[in-house]
């Protein structure tokens, strides 16, 4: 959340071991005046009481009127149940919010008879209707299906249920994790403030994750008034999993919020280990490279794009040295930079799309088996990155183009099935196909994003998405490198190319200047044994 001119980031912290099973999970927080420079501070949550000593699970931060924070999380009880709990900010002018308290009257929101599988979970970021209720929607399963329940407030303790879900999935999902629920501007990229209520020039997009691993949303029409949700696209179905996706790789319970600052609305994602070396590494994963959400022009689709503020670690920068063109079986290396953690912009051109292969149906849902960076008709093209010097190992992101019906249709793909040697380490690879125009607009765009083990790639200007988590045995002793390439039958023409070396983040206080030195630990210790639980419930005060 944005609060008082600081950025706060919490997230699911493990002080006694770095896998999420070795200890009972707390909130780590971390503060940055950037979105870029991150100190650690106190934890704002640890398990102290009967309704969270099993764990402090996810939640959600709200800035309450008179801007006091609060805390909805889950709790994992004394009895193992999953229940909703609160937590305020003890002192709401202190910039980095190092204290948090939470009220007796825990659990706020106890777990309803009718969930079955004690799966209750992930309340959202809390929103005000026209009525002045608070709402807040809570993953659960109710009598097998996957369903996010919808609760009301008029003092943000007091909960009561409202009749109907905000969702309800097919029967093949009785599980869905960390909803988020927020609006969207129909023209424009500002974001907007989650208690923006729906109506003319206003969307709701509703985000569900399932236990796939993988974070779908829809685009629709909120009614706070009855507290459902009805999607644009119908014919997709309440099955999430036909639903749109915020990336099409690895990539899983992303949670968005309104920056007031700069008046966007920000995303971040998980992306955990895929090559099992949580333990001896002393995390089990990281946060993907922040972005910007809007809505796309179609009404229907989320532009996403890192936030401007990444590009303030931009450095060395190389561009077009070389000829523009890429021949058929061709590439070309992007020297002059350290391409293990870089930031590389590139635009395609087709000359023409007489040579594109016909479109075999079979891939249309599932593109991924055309994701081998072989020899085609128009593509595969795009980047080599985290690459060896003799191509061993190296990690594709490129297009092709396919000639499907009476039309073209334009796949992405990130190629993970050279990007080790190591045994023991996830290749697979991941495809989507784009919603362009290919043989009106004859270019395609590419921005990657390279962060040593991370590779983050937008296609289209960010309406196509997708995170890859590399391992290549070449990077721990010696440097990648990075290229254009062109695996066609055809020339491909590159029309714009820039590439910047990234200066390294100060991050809990390392790589580079402390940011707040006076709370800059790498690992915050845990300080909860001993500590009273607050014992105020006055409502009258905190709304």
Known sequence: MYHNGMYHFFYQYNPYGATWGSGKLSWGHSVSGDLVHWAAVENALDPTADFDINGCYSGS????????????????????????????????????????????????????ADVTGNNFRDPTEAWRGRDGLWRVGVGAEVGGLGSVLVFRSADFLRWERNGAPLHV?????????????????????????????????????????????????????????????????????????????????????????????????????????????????????????PRAVWLDGDGKRLVQWPVEEIETLRRKRVGLQWATEVEAGGRKEIAGIVSSQADVEVVFEIPNLEEAETLDPKWVVDPRGLCASVHGGVGPFGLLVMASGDLEEHTAVFFRVFRHLDTYKVLMCTDLTKSSRKAGVHKQSYGAFLDVDVQTDKSLSLRTLIDHTVVESFGDGG?????????????????????????????????????????????????????????????????????????????????
């Open 61 to 112: 931060a709200t800035v309450l009127p008179g801007g006091r924070p609060a805390i909805l999380y889950t709790g994992k009880n004394a009895d193992n149940e999953q229940v909703q709990n609160v937590a305020f900010a003890k002192n709401p002018s202190d910039p980095l919010l190092r204290e948090w308290e939470k009220p007796s009257c825990n659990p706020v929101i106890p777990i309803p």
């Open 169 to 289: 999935s097919s029967r093949d999902i009785p599980e869905l994790e960390c909803p988020d629920l927020f609006p969207v501007a129909e023209r424009g990229t500002e974001g907007l403030d989650v208690s923006t209520p729906g109506g003319d020039g206003v969307r709701h997009v509703l985000k569900l994750s399932d236990l796939a691993r993988e974070d779908h949303y829809m685009v629709g029409r909120y009614d706070d008034a009855a507290d459902t949700f009805v999607p644009a696209e119908s014919e997709r179905g309440v099955d999430c999993r036909k639903w749109r996706r915020f990336d099409h790789g690895h990539l899983y319970a992303s949670k968005s919020f309104y920056d007031a600052r700069k008046k966007r609305r920000v995303l971040w994602a998980w992306v955990d280990e895929t090559d099992g070396g949580g333990v001896g590494r002393g995390w089990a994963g990281i946060q993907a490279f």
């Open 463 to 543: 309406r196509t998405c997708m995170t890859a988590r590399v391992y290549p045995e070449h990077a721990a002793a010696g440097s990648s490198r990075l290229y254009v390439f062109n695996n066609g039958a055809g020339a491909v023409k590159v029309s714009k190319l820039e590439a910047w070396e990234l200066a390294t983040a100060a991050i809990n206080g390392g790589g580079g200047p402390v940011l707040l030195a006076a709370s800059s630990r790498s690992r915050p210790t845990p300080s909860f044994l001993g500590k009273p639980v607050p014992k105020f419930c006055e409502a009258s005060k905190l709304v």
